[in-house]
């Protein structure tokens, strides 16, 4: 899997009202957090989608996703023109954000039909239902997407310690305990 080049990262509706009913809401969002990091660290973009905002409001403070994409489609697959056509553009997408039996779990099987590559961010996804989650990316899986933990991805984005910012992104893996 070479996913720096070319790849995309594509963050969910990490609504704060969402956030809250997770079980460790705290843990999500350093994981989270350290991959949108990584990614804008590593140069693979980062775009992001708000379900209807109205409703369930806005992204956590730690989270810096500015410009997010609104929509009502559970699917970000169609929430916007633009959108569509960054993600068709992409060779690989990870995916991460919430809720993972829902939103993301339907993006995942929109895009499998568009993008030659699909990854779900198993630890920087996220239901209220532990179940709900694990039955999720058990079917992203069974669809043909590779589920991975952020790590991985990270790893995969440098390919090797020899890459200019191995260090920092190895002090922000530490830092997340």
Same mark, same amino acid.
């Given at each position: 899997?070479?996913?720096?080049?070319?790849?995309?990262?594509?963050?969910?509706?990490?609504?704060?009202?969402?956030?809250?009913?997770?079980?460790?809401?705290? +843990?999500?969002?350093?994981?989270?957090?350290?991959?949108?990091?990584?990614?804008?660290?590593?140069?693979?973009?980062?775009?992001?989608?708000?379900?209807?905002?109205? %409703?369930?409001?806005?992204?956590?403070?730690?989270?810096?996703?500015?410009?997010?994409?609104?929509?009502?489609?559970?699917?970000?697959?169609? @929430?916007?023109?633009?959108?569509?056509?960054?993600?068709?553009?992409?060779?690989?997408?990870?995916? @991460?954000?919430?809720?993972?039996?829902?939103?993301?779990?339907? &993006?995942?099987?929109?895009?499998? %039909?568009?993008?030659?590559?699909?990854?779900? +961010?198993?630890? @920087? &996804?996220?239901? %209220?239902?532990?179940?709900?989650? +694990?039955?999720?990316?058990?079917?992203?899986?069974?669809?043909?997407?590779?589920?991975?933990?952020?790590? &991985?991805?990270?790893?995969?984005?440098?390919?090797?310690?020899?890459?200019?910012?191995?260090?920092?992104?190895?002090?922000?893996?530490? @830092?997340?305990?």
């Amino acid at each position: 899997m070479n996913t720096a080049l070319g790849a995309g990262l594509l963050v969910i509706d990490p609504q704060q009202k969402l956030v809250d009913l997770l079980p460790d809401p705290p +843990a999500y969002i350093r994981r989270l957090r350290f991959l949108v990091n990584a990614a804008r660290m590593l140069d693979v973009p980062v775009r992001s989608t708000i379900q209807n905002p109205e %409703r369930l409001g806005g992204f956590p403070d730690e989270l810096d996703l500015p410009d997010p994409v609104p929509k009502m489609r559970f699917s970000a697959w169609g @929430a916007s023109e633009a959108l569509s056509v960054w993600l068709i553009s992409r060779r690989t997408v990870i995916v @991460a954000g919430m809720e993972t039996h829902i939103c993301v779990y339907l &993006t995942v099987r929109d895009l499998l %039909r568009h993008v030659s590559h699909v990854v779900v +961010a198993s630890d @920087a &996804t996220a239901s %209220r239902d532990p179940d709900a989650h +694990a039955a999720a990316l058990a079917a992203a899986r069974h669809l043909g997407a590779t589920v991975l933990p952020t790590e &991985t991805i990270v790893y995969d984005w440098m390919r090797s310690a020899d890459h200019p910012k191995f260090r920092t992104v190895l002090a922000a893996l530490k @830092a997340l305990g």
